[in-house]
C-alpha cells in the first residue's frame, strides 16, 4: 500500500543495522511501556473505537449534510488540521461538492473572522466547534462570535440542530456550554493527543459532512495497524522512514522538507509539520520539518534546495494516480512550441518533472531524497498514511528518547499572551 524508496537518499548507513533497535521499541510501541503512554489509544485504535458514536457521526452527517452549505470548522492545532488535510487531500481544491467548508478558530486574525462572518451572512451554515481542552483561547474567542452570529440568524433552538461540539467526554468550559445548550456532542477520546485525533471524531465529524466515506478511511487505517505491526525492517515501511531519517540527520541533515506534487496536499503537509514538529522538537533535539509544493516552489525555494547550504532532506509523497487527469491538446499552427506533448497525460509531465528534480537533487545537488509511495488520494488511503505517519513518528521519537505525546514547549507563549491580555488567574 505504501513503499518507501530510498535509492536517492545517499544514505550512509544501512537501515537494517538498526534491525535490534528497533525490535526493542516496536515492543515499547505496542506494549505501550515508553514515555507518554497514557497517550497511546491510537496504537489501536482501528480496532476499538466506539462503532455505536461512529454510527451516530453518520448518522448526524446525515442529517445536518443538507441544511450546511457552509460547513464551519471551529479548532485549532490538532483540532484543525487533520480535516483539513483529509478534505483537500480526498476531494480536491475545486471539487464539485455543493458544500463549502470554512476554518475558523485558527486564527486572531480580525480580518480573516470579520471576512468570514460576511461571506457566510446569506448561507445556511452548520458550525462543528471542536476542543479537546475547550479552553484554546483561539477557538473559544472564535466561537463566542459564532455563537452569536448563529444565535442571531436562527435563534438558540435551531442553534441546537446546527451547532456540533467535539471536545472532552466530561470536562471543560465547552463541555458544559454544549450540555447547556443542547447541542450534540461527540468525544476526543483521553488517551489520543491533538495531533493524533484526526481517526477519531476530530476528524470524521467534518470528513463525513463533506461526503467523505469515513467507513474506507477507517478500513485503511486498520489495514495499516495489521500490516504495520511488524518490527521486521525489510516488511514495515514506517520504521524504514524513521531509521532512514535517523540516519540522515546523524550525516548532518536537521531539516526534513516534505514535498508534494500535488496542491491538494498541501495541508497534508501541514498537519505533518505540525505531528513531526511537535512529536520531536524537543530537548534540544529533533529534525525541523518543512514543506514544498513541486513544481510550484521549484521556481522560488529550488535554488536553494540545489545550491544552497546542504542543511535539508527531502520526502517525497509520490501518487501513483491522480484524482482527475486530462490530455495536453494538438495546436496545428504549434505557436507555443508544446506540440512536443500533444497527447500526454497532464500527470505524466507531472512524473516526470519528479522524476528531473529528484535527479537534479540527489545528483547534481547531493541533496537526500527518499520517496514514499501511495496508490491514491482516497479515503483508504488517507486512513492508511494517517498509521504509517503516527506509527513512525513514534519510532523516530523513541529511537531519541523523545517523548512524542507531549508539547510542553507550547504552554509558553500562552502564559506570556494571558498575561498581557489579563486574564484572571484563579
Ligand atoms: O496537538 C495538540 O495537542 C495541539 O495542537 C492541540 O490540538 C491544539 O492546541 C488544540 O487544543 P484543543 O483541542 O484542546 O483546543
Known amino acids: 500500500m505504501m513503499k518507501l524508496d530510498t535509492t536517492h537518499a545517499l544514505l550512509k548507513q544501512s537501515i537494517e543495522s538498526y534491525q535490534d533497535k528497533v525490535n526493542q521499541l516496536h515492543k515499547v510501541i505496542f506494549e505501550r511501556t515508553g514515555a507518554g503512554n497514557d497517550y497511546m489509544g491510537w496504537v489501536d485504535w482501528a480496532d476499538t473505537y466506539d462503532k455505536a458514536e461512529f454510527a451516530r457521526i453518520l448518522e448526524v452527517a446525515n442529517k445536518v449534510k443538507d441544511k450546511a452549505e457552509v460547513l464551519l470548522v471551529c479548532g485549532i492545532g490538532g483540532s484543525y488540521l487533520g480535516a483539513r488535510a483529509a478534505i483537500e487531500m480526498i476531494q480536491g481544491l475545486y471539487s464539485d461538492n455543493k458544500r463549502e467548508v470554512i476554518f475558523i478558530g485558527n486564527t486572531f486574525s480580525s480580518t480573516y473572522v470579520s471576512q468570514v462572518l460576511k461571506h457566510i451572512q446569506d448561507k445556511s451554515v452548520v458550525l462543528n466547534v471542536i476542543s479537546k481542552s475547550g479552553t484554546t483561547t483561539e477557538t473559544a474567542l472564535a466561537f463566542r462570535v459564532l455563537r452569536e452570529f448563529m444565535e442571531k440568524k436562527y435563534g438558540k433552538q ?37 495531533r493524533y485525533s484526526v481517526i477519531t471524531p476530530v476528524g470524521l465529524v467534518p470528513m463525513a459532512i463533506m461526503g467523505i466515506d469515513i467507513q474506507q478511511v477507517m478500513k485503511g487505517l486498520h489495514d495499516a495497524y495489521v500490516a504495520l505491526n511488524t518490527a521486521d525492517l525489510n516488511k514495515n515501511p514506517a520504521y524504514q522512514y524513521a531509521v532512514a531519517r535517523r540516519i540522515l540527520q546523524n550525516q548532518g541533515y536537521d531539516v526534513e522538507m516534505f514535498v508534494a ?24 533535539k529533533g529534525i525541523l520539518p518543512d514543506s514544498a509544493n513541486f513544481s510550484t516552489d521549484l521556481h522560488s525555494l529550488g535554488q536553494f534546495i540545489q545550491e544552497g547550504k546542504k542543511v535539508l532532506f527531502e520526502t517525497i509523497l509520490e501518487v501513483e494516480t491522480p484524482t482527475e487527469d486530462l490530455l495536453v491538446p494538438n495546436d496545428e499552427e504549434n505557436s507555443d512550441q508544446m506540440n512536443y506533448l500533444t497527447g500526454k497525460s497532464y500527470d505524466w509531465v507531472n512524473k516526470m518533472a519528479c522524476k528531473g528534480t529528484i535527479e537534479a537533487h540527489e545528483v547534481t545537488g547531493g541533496v537526500p531524497n527518499l520517496v514514499i509511495t501511495i496508490p491514491d488520494m482516497k479515503e483508504y488511503a488517507f486512513g492508511y498514511l494517517c498509521y504509517f505517519f503516527f506509527l513512525a513518528t513514534a519510532m523516530t521519537c523513541y529511537m531519541i528518547d523523545i517523548n512524542p505525546f507531549n508539547q510542553p514547549g507550547v504552554e509558553i507563549y500562552k502564559k506570556n499572551m494571558f498575561r498581557l491580555l489579563g486574564k484572571p488567574t484563579k
Open 158 to 194: 435551531e442553534c441546537k440542530e446546527r451547532i456540533i461540539a467535539t471536545t472532552d467526554k466530561a470536562r471543560g468550559t465547552l463541555k458544559a456550554l454544549a450540555d447547556k445548550e443542547g447541542y450534540e456532542t461527540f468525544v476526543i477520546p483521553d488517551d489520543i493527543g491533538g
Open 261 to 284: 506534487y500535488e496542491p491538494q496536499l498541501a495541508m497534508l503537509a501541514e498537519w505533518w509539520k505540525q505531528l513531526l514538529g511537535e512529536s520531536e522538537g524537543k530537548d534540544g
